[in-house]
């Protein structure tokens, strides 16, 4: 499987930016596929995943009523509304897929099977 993440840029504080992260190869045993970041300095958190059978949907609270996660199958692609931006959301944000599923799983970077390469975005303020 490969990812390719794309979609980050620069915006302003309160602006909006939309992330894609389009997958190929062998996708079938792919459960959910999650986005991740990771500031200068920061370890890499979680931001948002989505199952993409049952369209379950999961995100950091700091991202929640902000970011909507969502999923285009006839693209095998994962996209990350990002709105109402903060300069605190600037961070390499990078897609994963995950084989796992159950409660928790896609919190964990350890569940993803697979990564993208990073996506940068910047906030100004």
């Known amino acids: 499987v490969q990812l390719q993440a794309s979609g980050g840029g620069l915006a302003q504080a309160g602006g909006s930016l939309r992330l894609s992260c389009a997958a190929s190869g062998s996708t079938f045993r792919i459960y959910g596929v999650g986005w991740f970041r990771q500031a200068p300095g920061k370890e890499r958190e979680f931001v948002s995943a989505?199952?993409?059978?049952?369209?379950?949907?999961y995100y950091a609270d700091s991202v929640k009523g902000r970011f909507t996660i969502s999923k285009d199958k006839t693209k095998n692609t994962v996209n990350l509304e990002m709105n109402n931006l903060k300069p605190e959301d600037t961070a390499d944000y990078y897609c994963?897929?995950?084989?796992?599923?159950?409660?928790?799983?896609?919190?964990?970077?350890?569940?993803?099977?697979?990564w993208g390469q990073g996506t940068l975005v910047t906030v100004s303020s």
């Open positions: 994963a897929a995950s084989r796992g599923y159950g409660a928790g799983t896609y919190f964990r970077q350890t569940s993803y099977h697979y």
């Open positions: 989505i199952t993409l059978s049952s369209n379950f949907r």
